[in-house]
């Protein structure tokens, strides 16, 4: 009876302790997945022939409704071609190029780029791409 018992709250105690490690683990994977999301996009803008000058990878809520998570992707990019970027980026998730004159009017929040040093010169862009994490519910996105 007492072995019975003992077993119980072992495996009640570790049912809990896997619960609260849930969202742990969850931020850990939404974070890492945002990662290897960005050294793709990487690779599809250096093989486009793009000069990356600048990136930046954020795990949260990027529109400010609901509660859900996502990565946003950003780079600042030195090309001659920014839609044929852009069409390659799609494949990573929602993209859209623009210049930096236009980056007000694509954050609805924050501006994640006012910690980036953009060029103003002419050949530069803003990539930008939002993707939805693995883990949509995690608390990273309340």
Not at 31 to 46: E, F, L, P, Q, T
Not at 53 to 80: A, I, K, M
């Amino acid at each position: 009876m007492k072995k019975a018992a003992r077993i119980t709250g072992i495996v009640l105690g570790c049912v809990f302790l896997i619960i609260c490690a849930l969202p742990i683990i969850g931020a850990a994977v939404n974070i890492a997945d945002g990662h290897i999301r960005a050294d793709r996009a990487k690779r599809y803008i250096v093989d486009m022939g793009g000069e990356i000058c600048g990136s930046c990878v954020y795990t949260g809520n990027t529109s400010g409704t609901e509660n859900h998570t996502e990565n946003q992707l950003l780079f600042v990019v030195r090309t001659n071609g920014p839609r044929g970027i852009e069409k390659e980026l799609s494949n990573v998730g929602s993209a859209s190029v623009y210049p930096p004159s236009e980056a007000e009017e694509h954050f609805y929040m924050f501006d994640i780029t006012e910690k980036m040093d953009i060029p103003a010169e002419d050949g530069y862009y803003i990539a930008e791409i939002i993707c939805p994490a693995p883990f949509g519910d995690n608390i990273m996105g309340h």
